[in-house]
């Protein structure tokens, strides 16, 4: 099993800057890729951004050139630097970790508020 926590959330100015952060634990061995997602009211989940064990990673529009995610594989952490935030950008922002051993599974944490103020 495997337990995700979200931090870092909370409520900025547009233009402003968070830092969530993510942090597995439990049976970590088997995790390969992790991930920040988002869902703002009355919409479908959205994906934000990836990032392999190798720290390959892989982005949507809505993220590319304001948002950065990278990976502490030693912590079992990922982490997303949000810049240039805008109000669009409000949502609750949930970490996910894709298992492969000893089954394919995945976790997701219980998210983090991430409010923008214009």
């Known amino acids: 099993q495997v337990q995700l926590v979200e931090s870092g959330g909370g409520l900025v100015q547009a233009g402003g800057s968070l830092r969530l952060s993510c942090a597995a634990s439990?049976?970590?061995?088997?995790?390969?890729?992790m991930g920040w997602y988002r869902q703002a009211p009355g919409k479908q989940r959205e994906l934000v951004a990836t990032i392999t064990r190798g720290t390959s990673t892989n982005y949507s529009d809505l993220g590319k050139g304001r948002f950065t995610i990278s990976r502490d594989n030693a912590k079992n952490t990922v982490y997303l630097q949000m810049n240039s935030l805008k109000p669009e950008d409000t949502a609750v922002y949930y970490c996910?970790?894709?298992?492969?051993?000893?089954?394919?599974?995945?976790?997701w944490g219980q998210g983090t508020q991430v409010t923008i103020s214009s």
């Open positions: 996910k970790a894709e298992q492969l051993r000893p089954y394919r599974y995945d976790y």
């Open positions: 439990g049976s970590t061995f088997g995790i390969n890729v």
